[in-house]
């Protein structure tokens, strides 16, 4: 597919119309960014990053392409922020100079957690934070925006209500419909309910769990779970959770409290995230439950539960160096309880099942989720997606936040509560949609993608940087080292073979000789003549070696021949 455009190759918008430009999320989980575009203004629905998956070796974070935005940052009015996970905030410490540092705005847990972000990067005073209530309007240019309460895995989440010259758009950010939440915050149905009567143009809603049936269990029930587990466990318990996850950790410390035991938190995010939590109101738990260090090493084991990061199997995390022994404080015995309260994320299993064998292998007793019920979903299932639809009764539905399948399943659901099939579109990445009176259409596509982030480099990496990556750590890399006379072409040195991850000099002299003899060979062709294209010396000596390896050993390393003159 060639993709060429930008948004600034668009068609001027009818003053009545609005342009929805998807730049992420839509065919894949994280990267979560939205473009909304009303009589030449744009406000930007969150701003989100990706981890890497397994093929993108080296790479950090993945954060959104926003190149369809060049020329277009002026116009950017502001971020709107659903809520404070990754795939939604993330990216803006990486992106925010460049989308022209627009305002952005969230509540007060979703900035606070930003605002550690930026902290990191050197950018507190830089950006500038407006903090919203639940149901407060706030009016930018041609866009009234309304947040409304939505009940998540973190607190402090909001879905968005634009009022646009086209008409009202609502986008439920990720969601579910907890009826008993851990603070009383339910989703705002009653602002749905009052949109839907309003009329509502174009509804967007979550699709990560679009394949459940029936209803997303209440956090709630997290806290049974635990208030089960906690009591008869034996030894210092172990619990790792998300450290964004605030009701799941006040649902912890509440289960420790009960229980009689002390709570130490362990991890740099996780006492970070506390904090501010705290801080802010959110999490309720008395001072002296927390102890350090010192304290916990006074007390029985019983009565300490240690609340952790690294559910995911994460090398550097907390809990996966007290799994193998290499935490400096922390010490896992035999007979102790691990809890991880989390969910296996795609791409992650390997690792996770790993860090269980390594708890089980120390004697630990290891409670996860396919074991007991201490985990649920923060996204809604089938009948709460369709409680939405039935509220907000849409024109236009497009789903979002899911990979492809998601959202097909999504319209498909749209479509079995009766919407007619050409107002329910699906549409990827890159792909603008304009909605006006006169009715909708898609426009040419435009570019979009990744972009890669490796230690301080953002976007240096490309797809050929990783391809490379990929290729010496499926096959290895040859080097051929060489020094010729600048005049004749003779060797003076050399050539030489050095092998990395390709064994060739023990087991293979035979064979490195062949190779030798070769490359002897390549540079007696080239003689006098050709001394002047030392550039079609290397291929040539890299293309009978690759001949050469391919034929010999079944093997395509990476050659790299460095041919220097004397
Ligand atoms: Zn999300
Ligand atoms: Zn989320």
């Not at 950790?249 to 501010?276: F, T």
């Not at 991880?340 to 269980?356: H, M, Q, V, W, Y």
């Not at 390549?522 to 009978?544: F, I, P, Q, Y």
Request: charged letters at 20%; glycine letters at 10%; a negative charge.
């Amino acid at each position: 597919m060639t993709q060429t455009a930008t948004a600034t190759d668009l068609a001027p918008l009818h003053p009545d119309a609005v342009r929805i430009l998807p730049l992420g999320g839509l065919g894949e989980i994280g990267l979560n960014l939205m473009a909304i575009e009303a009589r030449g203004e744009i406000v930007l629905i969150d701003c989100g990053l990706m981890f890497p998956e397994a093929y993108m070796f080296g790479i950090d974070l993945v954060v959104p392409d926003i190149s369809a935005l060049a020329g277009r940052t002026g116009d950017i009015r502001a971020i709107l922020l659903t809520h404070g996970h990754e795939d939604h905030i993330g990216a803006i410490p990486f992106l925010l100079k460049e989308l022209g540092n627009p305002p952005i705005y969230g509540t007060a847990l979703t900035l606070g957690l930003l605002r550690t972000k930026l902290e990191e990067h050197s950018l507190t005073g830089k950006a500038r934070l407006e903090t919203v209530l639940p149901r407060q309007s706030i009016e930018l240019g041609p866009f009234e925006v309304e947040f409304f309460r939505v009940a998540h895995s973190i607190v402090d989440g909001c879905g968005l209500a634009l009022r646009t010259p086209a008409g009202l758009i609502v986008h439920t950010g990720d969601f579910k419909l907890d009826p008993t939440p851990v603070d009383g915050q339910t989703t705002d149905l009653g602002r749905l309910a009052a949109y839907g009567e309003e009329g509502v143009l174009l509804l967007m809603a979550d699709s990560t769990n679009v394949e459940r049936l029936g209803q997303t269990l209440s956090e709630r029930t997290v806290g049974e779970a635990l208030n089960n587990i906690v009591p008869r466990s034996s030894g210092m318990i172990f619990v790792a959770t998300f450290s964004s996850n605030i009701h799941r950790i006040q649902q912890i410390c509440d289960a420790a409290h009960a229980a009689g035991r002390s709570v130490l938190v362990s991890g740099r995010s996780m006492v970070g995230n506390i904090a501010i939590a705290r801080q802010l109101g959110y999490l309720r738990v008395p001072d002296e439950l927390f102890i350090d260090l010192r304290r916990m090493r006074e007390l029985p084991r019983e009565q300490v539960l240690v609340l952790t990061t690294g559910s995911q199997g994460e090398p550097l995390s907390s809990l996966t160096r007290i799994a193998m022994a290499d935490h400096k404080q922390l010490e896992l015995l035999p007979g102790d309880t691990v809890i991880l309260s989390a969910k296996f994320i795609p791409g992650n299993e390997r690792a996770i099942t790993d860090l269980i064998n390594h708890l089980c292998r120390r004697g630990a007793e290891v409670h996860y989720e396919t074991t007991s019920e201490i985990h649920v979903s923060g996204h809604a299932s089938q009948d709460e997606l369709k409680t939405v639809h039935s509220l907000v009764k849409p024109h236009y539905f497009v789903p979002v936040h899911g990979e492809y399948r998601h959202l097909a399943h999504h319209a498909r659901l749209a479509r079995s509560m009766g919407m007619p099939s050409e107002r329910v579109l699906v549409i990827e990445n890159g792909q603008p949609l304009v909605l006006s009176p006169n009715g909708h259409r898609l426009e040419a596509r435009v570019d979009t993608g990744r972009v890669f982030v490796d230690g301080k480099g953002v976007g240096d990496i490309g797809e050929m940087e990783l391809r490379d990556r990929r290729h010496l750590a499926n096959h290895g890399l040859v080097l051929v080292f060489m020094a010729l006379n600048q005049s004749t072409g003779e060797i003076v040195t050399g050539p030489e073979i050095v092998t990395r991850g390709f064994v060739l000099e023990m087991d293979g002299q035979p064979l490195l000789d062949e190779a030798l003899e070769l490359v002897r060979d390549t540079l007696a062709d080239h003689s006098r003549e050709a001394v002047a294209g030392w550039e079609e010396l290397r291929v040539e000596v890299r293309k009978t070696l690759h001949r050469f390896f391919n034929r010999t050993m079944d093997r395509r390393p990476l050659i790299i021949p460095f041919i220097m003159e004397l």
